[in-house]
């Protein structure tokens, strides 16, 4: 078994699109007991988030310990969702791991 990878959504409550991403990403995570999803809102978690500006959601931080795997916006569609999890999960090559999304995971983590 692989380890586990904490998805942290970073969204917004007043954006239609999360709203219709996030049950997705919670039967995602409810049918993978690898995957672990943290909604984040962007405007009632300022202090996590920091001075990120974030205009795409929505933006997902895939991580797996201590390294970022993926950091950016995604397509909202379950096939595209999917897919980004089943590559992280391969150890497949992911985009995002600069020092800007390294520490965000900190702050979201501390």
Known sequence: MSAVLDLYCLCAE?????????????????????????????????ER?????????PTLLLAQGEQVLFFGPSLPQEA????????????????????QAQALLQRLRG
């Open 14 to 46: 007043w954006c239609g699109t999360c709203r219709e991403v996030r049950p997705t990403l919670e039967g995602l995570a409810a049918a993978d007991a690898g995957l672990r999803l943290q909604w984040v809102d962007i405007e009632d978690e300022a």
């Open 80 to 99: 595209a969702l999917r897919q980004l999890v089943l590559r992280a999960q391969e150890g497949r090559a992911l985009q995002g791991a600069e020092p």
């Open 49 to 57: 988030v920091g001075d990120l500006d974030i205009e795409t959601f």
